[in-house]
């Protein structure tokens, strides 16, 4: 047996071991914000901070403490926040300027400091990190008398947590307008414009909406949004499922939790317990009815069991029949996987080969199991305990 072709031939096929990781996403979420600012200068707005041009600006006139604001529309976790300088002259009127985060509407300065400016070039864009500072408003002002605050650009960045629903396979019963099913799974409330990012069905017997996790995983919350603008209480008696069934469109699936009533723009966290499942429908039984999504997070554990299916070469100018060879094989494989995470595993041979092609089934990090043979197969079996398995490798 050749153990470095072996080897060279074991990489390729864990590399179908990937272990997914809860993906963090950053978001620049001011856009979806509604800018003030404490004075106006010519047509210098408070939205030309916000309208993605380095190149247009907010312009306070010459006064007192002026300030520029943006009210998020409910609260979140701002990582950091980035100032864009203008371009064109006097740089030097950033000089100071207090970055502040809270909750206070009426007198912005009672807010906490995230940073002061100290200085940026003309045209730059720098960043101050805020560490998960929480509030509504973020704030941008200069104390002292006589001053002008321009700002050519605000960013503000959240960290969302590992939402599995993110980028997955959404369906709904029916689409009203431009309300479309994915629009409740964008990371944005659509507080601002709903009918751009909120989900919704048309009046209808029975509606629903569907996430597709690809994999099977255990859930542990599910959280709704409910729009702001109009009728919150479409939602009320909607119930959420989990399962992996696409009978009846997933609706038959297990019950986490039935909605009573979400205020006008609130999120609700419900407990699914661990349920396990693929599939996470929202579901309103009844005659004309809406289903209005204006963000659905799913959180939980998994995926729970991945299939792969790979087939295999071995080149060897010895024979399988020497049990040296046999063990040696195995315990390469053994501390490959074991070097990938994949450490309760059992693996031995049941039947030996003659041709190899090897193929599998196995649960990312917490098990693969194999069969090898003609026809060889990494098969997968978990014990009731969890993610002991057991490895045959066997010829068919
Ligand atoms: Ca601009």
């Not at 009426?106 to 400016?117: E, K, L, Q, R």
């Not at 029916?174 to 409330?189: C, E, V």
């Amino acid at each position: 047996m050749n153990m470095r072709e072996f080897h060279k031939s074991l990489l390729i096929i864990l590399g179908f071991f990937s272990v997914q990781t809860k993906a963090e996403k950053e978001v620049n979420i001011a856009t979806r914000g509604i800018p003030s600012q404490s004075s106006l200068y010519s047509s210098w707005y408070a939205r030309k901070a916000l309208d993605g041009n380095n190149n247009t600006c907010s312009h306070t006139a010459l006064q007192t403490d002026p300030w520029w604001k943006v009210d998020l529309l409910k609260t979140y976790s701002v990582n950091r926040v980035t100032i864009t300088n203008r371009p064109d002259c006097c740089e030097q009127r950033i000089n100071g300027a207090e970055i502040r985060v809270g909750y206070d509407s009426s007198d912005v300065f009672s807010n906490p400091v995230c940073a002061v400016v100290a200085t940026i070039p003309a045209g730059a864009t720098i960043s101050y990190s805020c560490q998960g500072m929480e509030g509504r408003y973020v704030t941008v002002n200069i104390a002292g008398s006589s001053k002008i605050l321009t700002l050519c650009e605000v960013g503000v960045y959240v960290i969302f947590p590992g939402n599995l629903a993110t980028g997955k396979t959404i369906a709904q019963s029916s689409t009203i307008g431009t309300w479309l099913a994915r629009q409740a799974i964008d990371l944005n409330p659509g507080f601002k414009q709903p009918g751009s990012s909120c989900s919704s069905t048309n009046g209808e017997t029975n509606p629903w909406w569907r996430v597709d996790l690809h994999y099977i995983y255990r859930i542990s919350t599910v959280v709704v949004t409910n729009r702001l603008d109009c009728c919150p209480e479409r939602i009320n008696g909607a119930e959420i499922h989990v399962g992996n069934s696409l009978e009846n469109n997933g609706n038959n699936n297990p019950i986490c939790a039935v909605i009573s009533s979400i205020p006008a723009g609130a999120s609700s966290t419900y407990l699914c317990n661990n349920m396990e499942g693929r599939y996470v429908n929202l579901f309103i039984p009844g005659d004309s009815r809406f289903l209005t999504l204006c963000e659905v997070e799913v959180y939980g554990e998994g995926p729970l069991l991945k299939k792969t299916f790979v087939k295999m070469k071995l080149k060897s100018s010895s024979s399988l029949s020497e049990p040296e060879r046999r063990v040696q094989l195995l315990s390469q494989l053994e501390s490959a996987l074991a070097e990938r995470g994949i450490s309760d595993v059992t693996l031995q041979w049941t039947q030996l080969s003659k041709q190899e092609v090897m193929r599998k089934e196995a649960a990312p990090a917490q098990c693969a199991c194999a069969r090898l043979g003609k026809e060889a197969r990494l098969g997968h079996k978990m014990s009731p305990g969890g993610a002991r398995c057991t490895v045959d490798f066997m010829s068919d």
